[in-house]
């Protein structure tokens, strides 16, 4: 069974050909985490997935992406309703000038649910799951800007997980955190695998090697190699992977 | 060499620091010559300067103030014992009447017999009340000088009369003035406000970089539009616009005025409202849309709210360049100094009655430091809407 996945994916941002022919597949419940350097196309690539890249004037994308069975880039697909079953969680936490539980609630709402009780279960839920619901439960009007940057990202998580999707994109949450903050989600990651498939980008190869069950490594565009985490870190089929991974290039 | 180096430094701070020294002096140089000009306006007689109002020495009467004066030279009163006189009728008497009583002979043929004549008249008539030259008056008159009380700054403010050459008394109520300017800062409001944020709106989220960049220039060649350019396109497209439209005998009208200063507010509330939803994080907008929200639900729920102090900003600012703008409005409002109570009678506002009366007004008089006063007022004005601006901006800025 499959969640996710990319056949013959190319993109190009105008002449620039950013993704060169991927294939790469997502199993449910799994963490799938993607490497390489700076500018390899593993960001592009996992905006592929709920269409973020339409936001950039020049995009163009060949092949397909199916998410669910479901080619969400075919001519007659909804971004709206696509968008709604994939939760994103972006680098630097980004919660809206708005109360804690306004931003948990914020996707709900913008759906047409407005109904109290639903909305108060749901944020209780959704910060229950991204581990925040013990610091903030007495504190769902307070503003969200008044949180630390951590508690920030979490809420950020608990934002996505509201809307229940089954794919959650992570670009490099942990990548503006201390180290405390960083274990935090690396552990809620941990959790929130059991049901839901993630597809995480990180510049950081122990916390891909601690978290991910799968790797996908990119460079200039291509993936390079793509196995379960254990075998691309112990015995990588590629000279490449072995290089980044030891630390040899990159 | 570098002895030369340091002595260059020097002056050159002592250049920029000369600059910001003047700059500031000026400012508060031309504040404290508006309200000196102004506030003498509080301490002085309404009366012309030279002229008297004498009543005989017989009558009780002291002092009047300007109300009652206007009353008794309009014939509403005609007894003084409405003024707390005795029972006596009133008689009117200004220097033109004097025909009425003596002939020329008797005057004299440069009218040298005058203040005897006057004499005379008071000694016969002690009902009389003489508005006349300080002048004319004999020097043994038979007569007292009525005081007359100070304008107060409650009669100035919500006097309802402006009628500032009027004699014996004139009128310095700024009340119409006063409304009328707010309403026609109001009405341009009603308009440039949706349209400006609409326009800023369609610039910074809707519209491609192609409209936007042909927009822009056009929507800042409209702030560089000198204002009597304005007047003259609503006087000849806006008023007989607004005649016709509602059938009125004249366009010149407080709409009229709304519509043109709305046009000319709108550069400003387009151009600051278009900055501050920029400044709106792209990782907010792209956190909405990752959510399912449609372009327009981000824009609405997201965008506005963290620009909403920037818009607050450029609306305030746009009530500024519309509260102060003067000469457009002067063309376009009719310039009644009557109370407007509706949108479609000719108005005045502060600035307009400045500019079109300043210049007949004889400088030092009392007319003149009435429109100083009225600068003041409009100096109010605009000091609470930048304080305004200064306070939403440190507001958001704690935020």
Do not use: C
């Given at each position: 069974m499959i969640q996710a996945e990319a056949k013959n994916a190319n993109v190009w941002y105008g002449d620039f050909h950013a993704l060169k022919n991927v294939n790469m597949s997502f199993e449910p419940s799994s963490v799938t985490a993607l490497i390489g350097p700076s500018g390899c196309g593993k960001s592009t690539f996992l905006r592929l997935f709920n269409r973020m890249n339409d936001l950039i004037s020049n995009f163009k994308l060949e092949g397909s992406i199916t998410v669910d069975g479901q080619n969400i880039y075919a001519k007659d697909a909804k971004i709206d309703?696509?968008?709604?079953?994939?939760?994103?969680?972006?680098?630097?936490?980004?919660?809206?000038?708005?109360?804690?539980?306004?931003?948990?609630?914020?996707?709900?709402?913008?759906?047409?649910?407005?109904?109290?009780?639903?909305?108060?279960?749901?944020?209780?839920?959704?910060?229950?799951?991204?581990?925040?619901?013990?610091?903030?439960?007495?504190?769902?009007?307070?503003?969200?800007?008044?949180?630390s940057g951590g508690q920030q990202q979490r809420l950020c998580i608990a934002r996505a997980l509201?809307?229940?999707?089954?794919?959650?994109?992570?670009?490099?949450?942990?990548?503006?955190?201390?180290?405390?903050?960083?274990?935090?989600?690396?552990?809620?990651?941990?959790e929130l695998k059991k049901s839901f498939t993630i597809i995480i980008v990180t510049h950081n190869l122990q916390q891909a090697g601690r978290i991910s069950d799968y790797t996908g490594f990119f460079y200039l565009g291509d993936l390079i190699e793509h196995d379960h985490t254990q075998k691309m870190f112990l015995n990588p089929a590629q000279e490449r992977t072995q290089n980044y991974i030891t630390g040899r290039f990159g | 060499m570098k002895k030369f180096k340091k002595l260059v430094e020097y002056f050159v701070e002592a250049v920029l620091f000369s600059s910001s020294t003047i700059t500031s002096l000026t400012v508060i140089l031309i504040v404290i010559f508006l309200f000196r000009e102004g506030i003498g306006m509080f301490n002085s007689s309404p009366l012309e300067q030279n002229f008297v109002i004498v009543v005989s020495q017989k009558n009780p009467v002291q002092?009047?103030?300007?109300?009652?004066?206007?009353?008794?030279?309009?014939?509403?009163?005609?007894?003084?014992?409405?003024?707390?006189?005795?029972?006596?009728?009133?008689?009117?008497?200004?220097?033109?009447?004097?025909?009425?009583?003596?002939?020329?002979?008797?005057?004299?043929?440069?009218?040298?017999?005058?203040?005897?004549?006057?004499?005379?008249?008071i000694l016969e008539n002690p009902g009389a009340i003489m508005y006349i030259s300080s002048k004319s008056l004999p020097p043994n008159f038979a007569g007292h000088k009525l005081a007359v009380k100070k304008i107060g700054v409650a009669d100035f403010v919500f006097g309802e009369q402006w009628y500032p050459t009027s004699e014996p008394i004139p009128s310095y109520g700024?009340?119409?003035?006063?409304?009328?300017?707010?309403?026609?800062?109001?009405?341009?409001?009603?308009?440039?406000?949706?349209?400006?944020?609409?326009?800023?709106?369609?610039?910074?989220?809707?519209?491609?970089?192609?409209?936007?960049?042909?927009?822009?220039?056009?929507?800042?060649?409209?702030?560089?539009?000198?204002?009597?350019?304005f007047g003259f396109f609503g006087l000849i497209i806006i008023v007989p616009l607004v005649q016709k439209t509602f059938g009125l005998v004249v366009g010149e009208t407080v709409l009229a005025g709304s519509i043109v200063l709305g046009i000319m507010a709108l550069p400003t509330i387009i151009t600051i409202t278009e900055?501050?939803?920029?400044?709106?994080?792209?990782?907010?907008?792209?956190?909405?849309?990752?959510?399912?929200?449609?372009?327009?639900?981000?824009?609405?729920?997201?965008?506005?709210?963290?620009?909403?102090?920037?818009?607050?900003?450029?609306?305030?600012?746009?009530?500024?360049r519309a509260i102060g703008e003067t000469m457009a409005v002067l063309?376009?409002?009719?310039?009644?100094?009557?109370?407007?109570?509706?949108?479609?009678?000719?108005?005045?506002?502060?600035?307009?009655?400045?500019?079109?009366?300043?210049?007949?007004?004889?400088?030092?008089?009392?007319?003149?430091?009435?429109?100083?006063?009225?600068?003041?007022?409009?100096?109010?004005?605009?000091i609470i809407v930048n304080s305004s601006v200064e306070f939403i901006k440190n507001r958001s800025r704690r935020a």
């Open positions: 309703e696509i968008r709604k079953t994939i939760g994103m969680v972006f680098q630097k936490p980004n919660p809206f000038p708005k109360s804690i539980y306004e931003n948990v609630a914020y996707g709900l709402r913008v759906n047409g649910i407005n109904d109290r009780r639903t909305l108060d279960e749901v944020v209780e839920r959704s910060l229950k799951q991204a581990a925040l619901w013990e610091e903030v439960k007495d504190n769902l009007k307070k503003s969200a800007m008044a949180i509201a809307v229940e999707p089954k794919l959650i994109l992570m670009d490099e949450p942990a990548s503006a955190l201390d180290p405390i903050s960083t274990a935090k989600i690396e552990e809620l990651i941990f | 002092e009047l103030n300007a109300t009652q004066i206007k009353a008794i030279f309009n014939q509403d009163i005609v007894n003084w014992s409405a003024v707390g006189g005795a029972k006596d009728s009133i008689i009117l008497f200004t220097t033109n009447d004097i025909t009425n009583y003596y002939s020329e002979e008797e005057l004299g043929s440069s009218l040298e017999n005058l203040p005897a004549k006057l004499n005379d008249f700024i009340w119409p003035m006063i409304i009328g300017t707010l309403m026609v800062t109001l009405g341009a409001l009603l308009f440039a406000i949706p349209l400006g944020i609409a326009t800023a709106i369609f610039m910074a989220e809707v519209a491609s970089m192609r409209i936007r960049n042909l927009l822009k220039p056009i929507i800042e060649l409209l702030a560089g539009i000198p204002s009597v350019v900055d501050a939803l920029r400044t709106t994080p792209q990782a907010l907008k792209e956190a909405s849309l990752a959510l399912g929200a449609t372009r327009w639900q981000t824009l609405v729920r997201v965008v506005v709210p963290y620009a909403k102090s920037g818009i607050s900003t450029a609306i305030i600012l746009g009530i500024g063309m376009v409002t009719g310039n009644s100094s009557n109370i407007p109570h509706s949108f479609l009678v000719p108005a005045r506002t502060i600035p307009a009655t400045i500019a079109a009366e300043l210049g007949e007004a004889p400088y030092g008089g009392l007319h003149f430091k009435a429109l100083f006063a009225l600068g003041i007022v409009l100096f109010i004005f605009t």
